[in-house]
């Protein structure tokens, strides 16, 4: 995953639909997307020795001594969004096309909340609770095991500065922007709709990835 | 609300004589003390700010997330102590100097948003003689602060909110919040406020979000009432 370019979307604007309206995908995709990308390439223009680092990478060095302090905030806000919408795109696809975790996603997830229905629940709690703009994220823990957490703005389980770090699995976007021309102010309407459109088949790839320690993208 | 007073006294009355627990006790100051938050009405016609700002936005913005906030914070503090203060205080107190309690984001979203409709007027005002005077000595000139209030409003990544304060030393300040928080919570008076949370914009301008602030820095700001809170 280039740095400096926007990915395309996986698929078409409209193959979201109804649950997620082509007008959305299409701002999200082309201008919020965008604008993260053009302003991770404008920070790196003054620091081009950084470009080496990778998206991964450079989201696991915010917060470090690796970004210099003259664009720590810029590489924190706008690598994250970059990962986050990139990643984002990918655990989504055409409703119906999907037929749920692998079997041995889910014993992972009954392990670690004892049902999908749990998990769902525990993720719709983090996701409708972020206050203000931010992220709910299914993570792979360090030692093994599933999480859900929540970050602010684009932060993310991969950068140094959040509360509880791992590797994502599935994320969901809550920024109002990801759905505010549908469903206005139901957050909550939005949450439950979007699991019609969870691309599992990408969800199982990026676990049997975190397990052995590789982060998707 | 008259009917509940009485039913609330006849049934304290009773408990009285049967000595009371403190949890009667405690419905009852809390009746007694203030009557719970309302939502204000606009102060203008739904329509009254297009272009800028649609009657669509003030429906979702004003009726459905200032509505919300004001009942969220009623149902929070319901017979607790914090019912029997002012919103100004509850703030303050929820803040918990930076680590703030689950009623803080209500609290400060009912106040922001309060002060954020006083701050917009549909037709053009001006400022006093004596805040004009204020604002050249602090940014130089007008032009200069409307500069550095768009630009507040626009590098406030995420949700929140830019802001006209004065400060503790009496000069006035742009400054920019994120999410509830707000300038009571660090001794400021605020004297005007702009909303650059996404659902203040988006179904107008959508990733926009320097359209609406133009807009609003020159058509919608309330001149005469920032006057008004500068002079006291």
């Known amino acids: 995953m280039s740095l400096t370019e926007l990915p395309p979307l996986p698929y078409s604007y409209d193959a979201l639909e109804p649950y ?16 993260y990308v053009n302003n991770v390439k404008g920070a790196l223009e003054r620091f081009p020795e950084l470009k080496d680092l990778g998206l991964v990478d450079i989201n696991k060095a915010v917060g470090t001594e690796k970004i210099p302090q003259e664009i720590a905030t810029v590489i924190r806000n706008n690598g994250g969004g970059h990962y986050n919408h990139s990643f984002f795109w990918k655990v989504m696809g055409k409703p119906g096309d999907n037929n749920g975790p692998s079997s041995d996603l889910k014993a992972a997830i009954d392990s670690s909340f004892g049902s999908l229905d749990e998990l769902k629940s525990k993720f719709n709690a983090a996701g409708a609770a972020r206050f203000g703009s931010g992220w709910a994220w299914l993570i792979y823990k360090s030692g ?14 991969l950068q140094s500065i959040v509360d509880e770090g791992g590797i994502p699995i599935l994320g969901l976007d809550v920024w109002e922007h990801a759905y505010y021309l549908k469903y206005r102010n139901l957050r909550p309407a939005y949450i439950s709709a979007w699991w019609n459109v969870v691309n599992w088949e990408q969800v199982n790839a990026n676990f049997e990835a975190a397990k052995k320690g590789d982060v998707p993208v | 609300m008259a009917t509940m007073l009485a039913q609330t006294h006849a049934f304290t009355g009773l408990r009285l004589m049967q000595k ?23 102060p203008f016609a739904n329509d009254a700010l297009e272009p800028t700002i649609s009657s669509a936005t003030l429906d979702v913005h004003w009726g459905k997330h200032h509505r919300a906030y004001v ?3 009623n149902n929070q503090i319901k017979d607790k102590p914090l019912a029997n203060k002012t919103l100004e205080e509850i703030i303050v107190e929820t803040y918990n100097s930076g680590s703030p309690t689950p009623e803080f984001n209500n609290a400060g979203q009912v106040f922001n948003h309060d002060f954020y409709w006083e701050s917009i007027s549909p037709s053009p005002t001006e400022p006093s003689a004596e805040l004009k005077a204020a604002i050249d000595e602090a940014f130089g000139s007008m032009d200069e602060f409307k500069k550095q209030f768009k630009a507040a409003g626009a590098t406030q990544f995420g949700s929140g909110w830019a802001w006209l304060v004065k400060g503790k030393d009496g000069k006035l300040a742009v400054t920019k919040t994120p999410n509830a928080e707000n300038p009571l919570v660090h001794g400021q008076t605020p004297l005007l406020t702009m909303d650059v949370w996404e659902h203040a914009y988006y179904l107008d301008v959508q990733n926009r979000r320097p359209d609406y602030i133009e807009s609003f820095v020159e058509k919608l700001i309330n001149w005469e009432k920032v006057s008004e809170r500068f002079a006291a």
């Open chain 1, 144 to 157: 093994g095991g599933l999480a859900i957490t929540s970050t602010a703005n684009q932060d993310n389980p």
């Open chain 2, 71 to 73: 009942t969220n914070l």
């Open chain 1, 20 to 35: 997620i309206d082509a007008e959305t995908m299409n701002i999200h995709h082309t201008k919020h997307h965008q604008t």
């Open chain 2, 20 to 42: 009371p627990r403190s949890t009667g006790c405690s419905r009852v100051r809390g009746v007694a003390a203030r009557a719970e938050l309302e939502l204000k009405p606009l």
